[in-house]
C-alpha cells in the first residue's frame, strides 16, 4: 500500500477509488461477523467463490464479505446489491441456483423470506419489516465496507470527513458540531459526549491526553459492539481520528474485551493498513498533527466496562473500580486526562459530520437525539441487531420489528440494560426508549441489550441469574457490593426452593435498597435494579412462591410437579426420553409420571408435541 | 481552604482532607473498619458512609474516600446513613460474627441480631493488610486475588513471599482476627486465628509454604508441647 503523503493527495486518492464503483455489477454481500460465522457463513463463502468460479461469474458477480448485518436470525443470509435481494438461512447446495439466478438477473422466490404471518415472501431487504421499521445509519454500512480492507472504506466516503476536518484545521468547530447534534454517551449513563470532549480540550497537560474506546461489552445477551467493530473496524478510528483533533489528545486506546477475538483481529488489521495508508501515526498527511492507537484486552472482567476500573486495567493493575471525584477527565490513565467512550458513541461522529449536526439531531426526540442500537434476544422471533431513533416505543421494538413472540405463550416482559437494568412488564411497552423514561421506570438504556421474556419465564429466576451473574462479577472492593449481592442471590434462591417467607421478602427490599446506596461504582448502585423492577411490576409472582408455594412460570424446579393430562395418545416418546425412566404406561394408553422418580428435568415437557405434560 | 458544613455547622479545611477527617475534628464519631491513620483510604468495609447533596440528588458515599469540596453539605448522622450502616453491620455479623470489633460496633449500633443464613468466615477483605505490608513496610508480600466470591488476599499463586519479613503488621491491623497469636506462651498460642485454620504441621506436605509471620510456625511448637506433656504423663 503506498503511504499518501499531503491531504491533497489522499483526496485525489479516494476520488480514483470512488470512480472505480461499478454500481451496476451485482455484489453478493455475506455477513460474515461471529454471528454469520457461528451459523455456517465460513462454509458459504468457501461454497459462493467455488461456484462463482465454476460458472465462470467472477468478472459479473462481485462478492464482499462484511460484517454483521442485524438480522442474526436468518444467518446466515445472502444480500445480493444494488437488487438488494435477500436470501435468508441460506442451505449451501442452493448456492449453484442461486448464483445462476443472479446471473440472468432473477430471483428465487422459493428462497426468499416469507411473511410467518401470511406466508407471502418478500425480496428487497428493506422491505422485509425487521428493517424496514429501522433506520439504520450505523448497522447500513456494515454491508457496505469489508472490514479487512481499508480501500473498500476508503471508496464508501471513508476517512473523508476527518480529513476535511484536518485540513479546515478548526477545533473550536468541531467541538460545537459535536455538542449541537446533542449526541449522548451510548454506554448506558448518557452523558452528553460533546460537553466531554470540550473538557478535555480545555485540560493542559504536558504529558499527554488520552481517548478510550470502551469496547468491553459484557452485558450478557448484549453484542452491538461486538458487531460494530468487527463489521466496521475504521469508522471507530476514524472517529478517534477526529476526536483527537478537536481535544488535542495524542494517544488513543481500544479496550477490547479478550472474548471478541474477531473484533480484536479486525481492528489490528485495521490499524496496520490506516498506519500503511498515513491517515494515523506520526505528521498525519504531513501536516503536523499525531496521533496513534494502542489496543488492550481485557481478561474478562465485567467491571472493568466501569471508567475507573477499565483505567487502571490499562496501566496494568488489578480491575476495581475507586471512588469519582476525581473523574477520568482530571485523573485517568497514568494521571494524564482521559476521555472513554463507548463504541457506539465513537460509531455516530463520523456520521454526525456527514450528516450534519442539525440533520443528526432532527433524529430521535428532544434530549436523546440519534439512533441506538438494541440487541433484541430472547422469547422473540426476529433475534438480532436493531437500531432504532430513540424514542421508539418498546411496543414497536417488540412487535413492528421483532415480530411479536415465538411460540404460543404471549410476552410478560422485556429486561433491558443487561444485568444492572430492570424488567418492563407489557402495560409500560408503550414507553419510548429513551434515557430518562427508562431510568424513571426503574430501569436503565445501559448499552442496549433487550431480553423478551415470555408467559414461560419466572421473574424470580430471572432476578436470580442476573444476581448469580453479579455476585459473580462484582470485584469485590465494596463489601456490600460483593455480600450484598451474595445475600440477595441467597434470598431469592430460597424463594425459587419454596424457602421464602414475608419477612425474608422485606430483608430482600431492605438489603437492595442499601446495596444501591452505599456502593461505589455503577455495578453496585445498579445492581438491585433486576431485584426490585421485579418486585415492583411482579409482586403476584413473588406471593405465588412465598405464600403458595408455586412458580407460575413452571420455571422453579422445587414447586412445580410434572403431569400428564387427557391429550396424551400414548406415543411413548416421552417414555423414552425420561432419563429417570419415572414414565410409565403402554402404547396408546395414557402414561404416567412416578413423581418419586421424577427429578423434574423437563425433558418430557420439550419431547411431547400434544401438550399432554402439564406443569403446576 | 475550604469551607463546607458538616451537620449544619460550618468548617474549613485543607484541600485534599477527606470527609471523615474534617468530621471526626469536630467530634462526630463515624465508624470504621477499613479506614487507618497512615494507610491510604480504600473504601471497602462502606461504614463511613455519610450523606451529601440535597433533594433527590442526595446520595451516600464513604467519607473515608471522598474529599472535602467547597459549599458541600455533609450529614453524618441521617436516617438513611444510619439505616445503611446497620444493614452493613448486620452483613458483617452474619459472615464474620467472631470479630469482637464488629460485636462491638453492631452493639454501639443497636444491631442486636442478623437475619441472614449464618456464616462462619475469617476476612472481611478490608485491606488493611494489604496496604499495611505494602505501604508501611514496603514489603507488598500480599495482595488482593479473584473478584466476587473468589476474592481473597495472600501472596502469589500462595507461595512463600520472599518479600516478607514476618513483620507481623498484617496480623496488627487486622480487625477480623480477635485472636492474637502468643508466640512464646504455647499453651495460649492460636496459630491460624487469622490465616492459616489448620496447624500447618498437619499436613506437612500440603501446608509446609503457607505465610504465618512466626517462624518455626507455633503449631509445630504446640505439638511438641503436646507431646512433651504426654511423656511426663507417662
Known amino acids: ?616 | 481552604m475550604i469551607n463546607l458544613k458538616i451537620n449544619g455547622l460550618t468548617t474549613s479545611v485543607e484541600k485534599g482532607t477527606s470527609l471523615l477527617e474534617a468530621a471526626r475534628f469536630l467530634g462526630f464519631p463515624i465508624p470504621t473498619l477499613c479506614h487507618m491513620d497512615g494507610l491510604k483510604p480504600y473504601g471497602a468495609c462502606r461504614l463511613c458512609v455519610v450523606e451529601i447533596g440535597e433533594g433527590s440528588k442526595a446520595k451516600l458515599v464513604t467519607s473515608c474516600t471522598y474529599h472535602a469540596e467547597e459549599g458541600l453539605k455533609v450529614r453524618t448522622a441521617t436516617e438513611r446513613v444510619v439505616r445503611a450502616r446497620r444493614m452493613i453491620l448486620e452483613l458483617l455479623l452474619a459472615s464474620t460474627p467472631q470479630s469482637k470489633i464488629i460485636q462491638d460496633l453492631a452493639s454501639e449500633h443497636h444491631v442486636m441480631q442478623q437475619r441472614f443464613r449464618q456464616e462462619h468466615e475469617d476476612c472481611i477483605l478490608c485491606g488493611l493488610c494489604v496496604r499495611m505490608c505494602k505501604e508501611q513496610m514496603a514489603a507488598g508480600a500480599i495482595g488482593f486475588r479473584g473478584r466476587g466470591t473468589e476474592r481473597s488476599i495472600g501472596t502469589p499463586f500462595d507461595v512463600k513471599s520472599e518479600d516478607c519479613r514476618l513483620c507481623g503488621g498484617c496480623i496488627y491491623v487486622c480487625p477480623a482476627c480477635q485472636l492474637r497469636c502468643t508466640y512464646n506462651n504455647p499453651d495460649q498460642a492460636i496459630c491460624g486465628g487469622c490465616a492459616n485454620l489448620a496447624a500447618p504441621c498437619i499436613e506437612e506436605l500440603k501446608y509446609n509454604d503457607l505465610m504465618c509471620y512466626m517462624k518455626p510456625c507455633v503449631a509445630c511448637e504446640i505439638v511438641e508441647y503436646e507431646k512433651e506433656k504426654q511423656i511426663k504423663i507417662k
Not at chain 1, 460484517?67 to 442474526?72: I, T
Open chain 1, 1 to 616: 500500500m503506498r503511504k499518501q503523503n499531503s491531504i491533497v493527495e489522499f483526496q485525489d486518492f479516494q476520488d480514483l477509488l470512488i470512480s472505480d464503483i461499478s454500481p451496476d455489477i451485482p455484489t453478493i454481500i455475506i455477513s460474515s461477523g461471529t454471528c454469520g460465522q457461528a451459523s455456517g457463513a465460513g462454509s458459504l463463502i468457501r461454497v459462493v467463490k467455488r461456484e462463482l468460479i465454476a460458472q465462470q461469474q467472477t468478472q459479473n458477480i462481485r462478492l464482499r464479505i462484511t460484517g454483521c448485518h442485524g438480522f442474526c436470525e436468518m444467518e446466515p443470509s445472502l444480500l445480493i446489491m444494488p437488487r438488494g435481494t435477500f436470501y435468508p438461512k441460506v442451505k449451501l447446495k442452493k448456492v449453484p441456483m442461486i448464483i445462476s439466478a443472479i446471473a440472468n438477473n432473477e430471483t428465487i422466490s422459493e428462497l426468499l423470506w416469507s411473511d410467518p404471518k401470511n406466508g407471502g415472501s418478500i425480496e428487497k431487504q428493506v422491505d422485509i419489516p425487521f428493517f424496514k421499521y429501522q433506520s439504520r445509519t450505523i448497522l447500513s454500512r456494515n454491508e457496505k465496507t469489508d472490514p479487512i480492507r481499508i480501500f473498500s472504506y476508503v471508496r464508501h466516503g471513508g476517512y473523508k470527513q476527518f480529513v476535511r476536518l484536518l485540513e479546515k484545521g478548526d477545533h473550536d468547530y468541531i467541538l460545537e458540531e459535536v455538542k449541537k447534534s446533542g449526541i449522548r454517551g451510548r454506554g448506558g449513563a448518557g452523558f452528553p459526549a460533546g460537553v466531554k470532549w470540550e473538557m478535555l480540550a480545555a485540560k493542559k497537560n504536558t504529558n499527554g491526553k488520552f481517548l478510550v474506546c470502551n469496547a468491553d461489552e459484557g452485558d450478557p445477551g448484549a453484542y452491538m459492539d461486538r458487531s460494530v467493530l468487527e463489521g466496521n473496524p475504521h469508522s471507530i478510528i476514524e472517529a478517534m481520528l477526529i476526536g483527537a483533533l478537536a481535544t488535542g489528545a495524542t494517544q488513543g486506546v481500544f479496550y477490547v474485551r479478550q472474548e471478541y477475538p474477531l473484533a480484536i483481529k479486525h481492528l489490528l488489521i485495521a490499524l496496520r493498513q490506516a498506519r500503511e495508508l498515513g491517515v494515523l501515526g506520526e505528521n498525519i498527511l504531513d501536516t503536523d498533527f499525531s496521533f496513534d492507537l494502542d489496543l488492550v484486552k481485557g481478561a474478562g472482567a465485567f467491571v472493568c466496562g466501569e471508567e475507573t476500573a477499565l483505567i487502571k486495567s490499562i496501566e496494568g493493575k488489578m480491575g476495581e473500580p475507586r471512588q469519582r471525584p476525581p473523574y477520568p477527565i482530571e485523573m485517568g490513565i497514568n494521571g494524564s486526562p482521559t476521555v472513554i467512550n463507548n463504541v457506539e458513541t465513537w460509531a455516530n461522529i463520523p456520521i454526525i459530520f456527514e450528516l450534519g449536526a442539525e440533520n443528526f439531531a432532527k433524529v430521535g426526540t428532544k434530549g436523546n437525539s440519534g439512533t441506538k442500537i438494541f440487541s433484541l434476544v430472547g422469547k422473540i422471533r426476529n433475534t438480532g441487531l436493531v437500531e432504532v431513533p430513540m424514542g421508539m416505543t418498546i411496543e414497536e421494538i417488540i412487535h413492528a420489528i421483532g415480530g411479536g413472540a415465538v411460540g404460543s405463550k404471549s410476552i410478560k416482559a422485556v429486561q433491558t440494560g443487561g444485568p444492572s437494568g430492570g424488567c418492563i412488564p407489557t402495560s409500560l411497552f408503550n414507553l419510548p426508549i429513551d434515557y430518562d423514561s427508562l431510568s424513571q421506570a426503574g430501569s436503565i438504556m445501559g448499552s442496549g441489550g433487550m431480553i423478551v421474556m415470555d408467559e414461560n419465564s419466572c421473574m424470580i429466576d430471572v432476578a436470580k441469574y442476573f444476581m448469580n451473574f453479579l455476585k459473580d462479577e462484582s470485584c469485590g472492593k465494596c463489601y456490600t457490593c460483593r455480600k450484598g449481592t451474595q445475600r440477595m442471590y441467597e434470598i431469592l434462591d430460597d424463594f425459587s426452593n419454596g424457602l421464602g417467607t414475608p419477612e425474608k421478602l422485606e430483608l430482600l427490599i431492605e438489603l437492595a435498597v442499601v446495596v444501591r446506596d452505599t456502593t461505589m461504582c455503577g455495578l453496585g448502585q445498579t445492581a438491585s435494579n433486576p431485584v426490585l423492577s421485579t418486585i415492583r411490576y411482579f409482586p403476584d409472582e413473588y406471593n405465588a412462591h412465598i405464600e403458595s408455594k408455586m412458580c407460575p412460570g413452571g420455571v422453579c424446579k422445587e414447586l412445580i410437579t410434572y403431569s400428564i393430562n387427557d391429550n396424551c395418545n400414548g406415543c411413548q416418546v416421552c417414555v423414552r426420553a425420561c432419563p429417570e425412566e419415572a414414565i410409565t404406561g403402554k402404547k396408546k394408553e395414557m402414561h404416567l409420571i412416578d413423581l418419586d422418580k421424577c427429578i423434574k428435568c423437563g425433558s418430557c415437557v420439550s419431547v411431547c408435541q400434544f401438550d399432554a405434560v402439564e406443569t403446576a
